[in-house]
């Protein structure tokens, strides 16, 4: 089975920098995608990391350990339309299909 | 552009009705999965398929069925509608190669 943990809930001010967490144990391990989904709406892709380290893309960023099992989604210059819930989504090894987690609702205020 | 698309984006029906949720993408993906997403649970996984006449169960498959019959369109069948069905509904599809879903805007179904 798989066991995905990431905070429920965050806050952070509008310009700040914010990391999201997310610990996971997999049979095996392919991958590991971060969405962001706001209220309402489809999830949308972010990020997907396969080897170690940290991939930057604009004011996102994402930094996985495989050993650790553990991964983070960072956001920079935070704006309010940043405020959505953040998916961590580990694919199995062997699988076309990530498992998610339950989300990290994040509220970005002025 | 290519897309996915869901009909319809809204549906009430009633304890034990069939319903029928259509999915079509035109990305010309060979994958395609149903999730249901519910408050404190997250995505779940109801079916996927990985092509043409290829259907397989998820995690939370009791009650529901899928067929594929082409590349474009995975329908999601309740065959008896329940309450504990009321749930947004969200297609997705994914290039075997990249794995990166690409989801549907989705269907809120209430099941009263």
């Known amino acids: 089975g798989q066991n995905i943990d990431q905070p429920t809930e965050m806050t952070a001010t509008e310009g700040a920098i914010v990391q999201i967490n997310c610990t996971y144990q997999?049979?095996?391990?392919?991958?590991l995608f971060w969405y962001q989904q706001h209220a309402g709406e489809a999830p949308t892709f972010l990020s997907y990391?396969?080897?170690?380290g940290l991939e930057e893309k604009g004011r996102f960023s994402s930094f996985l350990s495989r050993s650790k099992g553990y991964s983070y989604l960072l956001l920079k210059e935070l704006q309010m339309k940043d405020s959505a819930s953040y998916l961590c989504?580990?694919?199995?090894?062997?699988?076309?299909?990530?498992?998610f987690g339950r989300g990290t609702s994040l509220i970005v205020h002025p | 552009d290519a897309e996915i698309t869901q009909s319809p984006r809204h549906k009430i029906t009633e304890t034990g009705r069939q319903v029928t949720l259509a999915c079509h993408q035109t990305?010309?993906?060979?994958?395609m999965f149903w999730y249901r997403q519910d408050l404190g649970h997250g995505l779940r996984l109801i079916h996927y398929?990985?092509?043409?006449?290829?259907?397989n169960k998820g995690e939370v498959s009791d009650g529901y069925s899928v067929s594929r019959s082409n590349t474009e369109d995975l329908p999601l069948t309740l065959e008896s509608a329940a309450s504990s069905q009321t749930s947004v509904y969200f297609c997705?599809?994914?290039?075997?190669?990249?794995?990166?879903?690409?989801f549907g805007p989705g269907t809120r179904l209430t099941v009263l």
């Open positions: 997705a599809s994914s290039d075997p190669d990249r794995n990166e879903q690409f």
């Open positions: 997999t049979s095996g391990f392919n991958g």
């Open positions: 990391n396969v080897l170690d």
């Open positions: 989504a580990p694919l199995s090894g062997g699988s076309y299909i990530p498992t």
């Open positions: 990305w010309n993906h060979n994958n």
């Open positions: 398929s990985y092509g043409v006449q290829d259907t």
